[in-house]
């Protein structure tokens, strides 16, 4: 990424001041002009709706009865801070998105191991890996619940049965491990082909160096391999996250939110209040909260990742 | 930092070497066996992975009977009954909100984040940092936490159940990504060859078109592969802003729910048809789907 100080450079310089200003800035207009139409486009149509949001968020205003929109100051968020299923929703996005990611990225990593050596059929099996990453979601969610997660028809039932396990209904006595499950098995391709290509990258005279100097495969992939995909890693896990975080469709599909409220995300409570409870109020103040809470996190997340980046380069 | 299916040459050549090596045969045979159980391992994972989808498809060819056969069959006659079905149900229209959603949104990312690309790599403008981080700051904006005025706004404005407003929040979706994969692989561009083109006497515009745009053609497929699967995929809005009129196939699939296991190979029909768009894709461009996915920022 020495990409980033690239910014500093200018153009050649014509002689005098005043025509270098005029020049400078006749320049600087051509270079901006391409970049104008999707930073103008990206402003209005996310940051018009967000500011909205805050103003929403301001309002008593409950869509099934009009006229009830009214200036209320910060009591949206009292509520939002003192709402316990808030604090319920926001765990369970934390528990969610830090256990998907995670498994899916020791998995990950496992498989671009394997399938970093020739053998035959690799392409095929890559091929295999990555379909689930392919799959709509909406479609892989109900996948799992009808015919791998059924009580009475699932598969999971069928292959445990020998094992004693009998009719037990996953998603709703353990839907957490469900919920993490499916989007495991959907985020894991993707983590494998950001690893794979970091394996891919590395140097192969390392590699075949401490091969020489007699190290374990253990020691070389600890010492060397791991802190060479040191990047690859911490890049899935934040683009991981940050689609992750806003899972929707699985746990619509799935669970509900349910059963209670023990797979409710922050998404879906929020689909739930303006949705289902139409209260454009709550439900927008608990927009800001989220979007907050995100933006600090990712920002922190994304310094870690430049300043990486950064290192690497020097 | 493609993938490809060929030989990594080191591998190969230290399992020469090792062969050749004093510790002789036996070492040989272990590597050779370790070997073979490494690829019956990433057989039998792949597989595994695999095998929810293949069921899925194998379900969509039974009939209703079949798909609650227990124990499950693998063999039986396969019919097209279950995907005539599908189009009976009406699933036409929703094919071609998603075509029409998906193919104008990834046109429209492409036509905004390559010249926007452009200034932040080529002949960066100033400040490009601070305008990268600005837009990958967008994707940090939960779609949930946006719901609520959008669909305030677009009831307001009578733009509620628009294909076209899907079409802009997919663009507005997409468009950070498909900015910083576009940066990236105009990064790699050596700029000896744009000036040169213009120490020829090419103008800037028939630089970019004859020389910079051949050169980055496989960097723009890959951005709009990526574009296609999560604008098809894409869920969230198309339930929550689209009705009768623009809903998009993942809308389609989610009428199931109310009968959920009455027509389950009905079901697996339909969300075999739903998938196979983007997995096909996605099969054929596996080399761009890695670039794109790492957004082509690591390399």
């Not at chain 1, 800035?25 to 402003?43: D, N």
């Not at chain 2, 992975?49 to 009939?63: A, E, H, I, R, S």
């Not at chain 2, 189009?87 to 998906?102: D, H, Q």
């Amino acid at each position: 990424m020495t990409t980033l100080d690239a910014t500093t450079a200018t153009g050649p310089r014509p002689p005098t001041s005043k025509q270098r200003r005029a020049a400078t800035r006749k320049q600087g207009w051509a270079r901006r002009a391409p970049l104008l139409p999707a930073l103008i486009f990206a402003i209005i149509v996310t940051q018009l709706p967000f500011l909205l949001t805050i103003f929403y968020s301001l309002q008593s205003w409950n869509l099934v009865r009009p006229g009830s929109q009214e200036f209320v100051g910060l009591a949206n968020y009292v509520a939002v801070f003192t709402d316990s299923t808030f604090r319920t929703a926001a765990l369970n996005t934390v528990l969610i998105t830090a256990g998907c990611v995670v498994i899916a990225m020791l998995l990950g990593i496992g498989l671009a191991m394997l399938l970093d050596r020739p053998f035959r059929g690799r392409g095929v099996v890559r091929t295999l890996l990555i379909t689930p990453f392919l799959i709509m979601p909406v479609a892989g969610a109900l996948l799992w619940e009808t015919t791998i997660f059924h009580p009475l028809f699932g598969l999971l039932n069928f292959v445990l049965s020998p094992f004693g396990v009998d009719s037990v209904a996953w998603v709703s006595q353990f839907p957490m491990a469900s919920i993490i499950v499916a989007l495991v098995w959907q985020w894991t391709p993707f983590m494998m082909l950001l690893v794979l290509a970091g394996l891919q990258s590395q140097a192969k005279d390392q590699l075949e160096a401490s091969a020489t100097d007699g190290a374990t495969a253990w020691q070389t992939f600890r010492l060397i391999t791991i802190p060479h995909l040191r990047r690859y890693i911490e890049l899935g896990l934040l683009l991981g996250s940050i689609y992750v975080v806003n899972t929707f469709d699985t746990i619509y599909m799935m669970t509900q939110g349910g059963p209670g409220t023990d797979t409710t995300n922050l998404p879906f409570y929020l689909y739930q209040r303006a949705f289902l409870g139409f209260d454009v109020g709550q439900a927008a103040a608990l927009g800001v909260v989220v979007v907050a809470g995100t933006i600090i996190v990712a920002t922190v997340a994304l310094r870690m990742i430049f300043r990486t980046f950064g290192r690497e380069e020097a | 930092m493609t993938v490809t299916a060929g030989e990594s040459p080191q591998r190969a050549g230290s399992a020469a070497r090792s062969a050749s090596s004093s510790d002789g045969p036996p070492r040989h045979t272990g590597r050779a066996v370790r070997g073979v159980l490494l690829t019956t391992l990433a057989w039998v994972l792949g597989l595994a992975f695999f095998f929810p989808v293949l069921w899925m498809v194998l379900t969509g060819f039974k009939t209703e009977a079949e798909a609650f056969q227990s124990p499950p069959t693998l063999f039986f006659v396969p019919t097209l009954e279950q995907y005539a079905g599908v189009f009976e149900r009406g699933v036409g229209p929703y094919l071609v909100n998603s075509l029409w959603a998906t193919t104008a949104s990834t046109l429209l990312v492409i036509v905004l984040a390559v010249p926007a690309a452009y200034a932040l790599s080529i002949r960066p403008v100033r400040k490009t940092s601070d305008v990268l981080f600005f837009f990958i700051s967008t994707k940090m904006l939960p779609a949930a936490a946006v719901i609520v005025p959008l669909y305030v706004t677009t009831q307001t404005f009578g733009i509620a159940d628009n294909i076209w407003t899907l079409t802009v929040l997919y663009t507005a979706m997409n468009l950070p990504i498909a900015v910083w994969m576009m940066r990236s692989f105009l990064m790699e561009v050596p700029v000896e060859i744009l000036e040169a083109a213009h120490v020829d006497g090419a103008t800037l515009p028939q630089t970019l078109r004859r020389v910079l745009l051949p050169v980055v053609a496989p960097g723009i497929a890959a951005t709009a592969l990526i574009c296609v699967i999560f604008s098809w995929n894409e869920f969230f809005f198309a339930v929550n802003l689209t009705a009768a009129k623009a809903a998009t196939v993942p809308v389609f699939l989610v009428g199931f729910m109310t009968s959920e296991g009455l027509y389950w190979a009905q079901l697996s029909a339909a969300a075999t048809l739903a998938s196979l768009p983007v997995v096909l894709a996605g099969w054929i461009a596996q080399k761009q789907l890695v670039r794109g996915l790492s957004m082509g920022a690591v390399k």
